[in-house]
T-cell receptor, first 113, second 112 residues
């Protein structure tokens, strides 16, 4: 996962509390993505960013917001965590329109109790 | 809605044999295709990419693409226990924001 780090790696939080996950890259890649991965559902796109302050929704964006104030940082916020948001969250980066695939971070395992 | 179909498995293959993983996709606009390997508890890792019809070989791995049939496959020769993982197929439809659509993956088990 060189060049992309996620924090925290593990978190347990209570229902109704806000939670922010951070993705940091040192590759200066334009595109950043947040996915969640759940058994039986695979990887599902939550939000993505195509530049500073340019973000858009993915297929499972309800209950999540994102921000990108710097090229290197992409934050995912759960405004009021619910048990259905218990999941593994992955950040990914890509250079842009070049079809070279994505590089993933190590993931954050979030448990909402 | 772009769909990517993979047999979830588990696919059990004896050590030393060829493992064959298959994937079909719905978006005819898909331009490139990627295979990711994901070990349990780890993040997906890119292992193969293929852009044009035919075969592409990289070590023990061969990716095969047939755009007319909307089919892509991954062959692993001389399978090793370390190949035991979930393999994700991901067509790319162009433009970083549209990006990759992931299949749910095939769980591969290599039996020693």
């Amino acid at each position: 996962d060189a060049g992309i780090t996620q924090s925290p790696r593990h978190k347990v939080t209570e229902t109704g509390t806000p939670v922010t996950l951070r993705c940091h890259q040192t590759e200066n890649h334009r595109y950043m993505y947040w996915y969640r991965q759940d058994p039986g559902h695979g990887l599902r796109l939550i939000h993505y960013s195509y530049g500073v302050k340019d973000t858009d929704k993915g297929e499972v964006s309800d209950g999540y917001s994102v921000s990108r104030s710097k090229t290197e940082d992409f934050l995912l916020t759960l405004e009021s965590a619910t048990s259905s948001q218990t999941s593994v969250y992955f950040c990914a980066i890509s250079e842009g329109d070049s079809p070279r695939g994505y590089t993933f971070g190590s993931g954050t395992r979030l448990t909402v109790v | 809605q772009k769909e990517v179909e993979q047999n979830s498995g588990p696919l059990s293959v004896p050590e030393g044999a060829i493992a064959s993983l298959n994937c079909t996709y719905s978006d005819r606009g898909s331009q490139s295709f990627f295979w990711y390997r994901q070990y349990s508890g780890k993040s997906p890792e890119l292992i193969m990419s293929i852009y044009s019809n035919g075969d592409k070989e990289d070590g023990r791995f061969t990716a095969q693409l047939n755009k007319a049939s909307q089919y892509v496959s991954l062959l692993i020769r001389d399978s090793q226990p370390s190949d035991s993982a979930t393999y994700l197929c991901a067509p790319y439809s162009g433009g970083g924001a549209d990006g990759l659509t992931f299949g749910k993956g095939t769980h591969l088990i290599i039996q020693p």
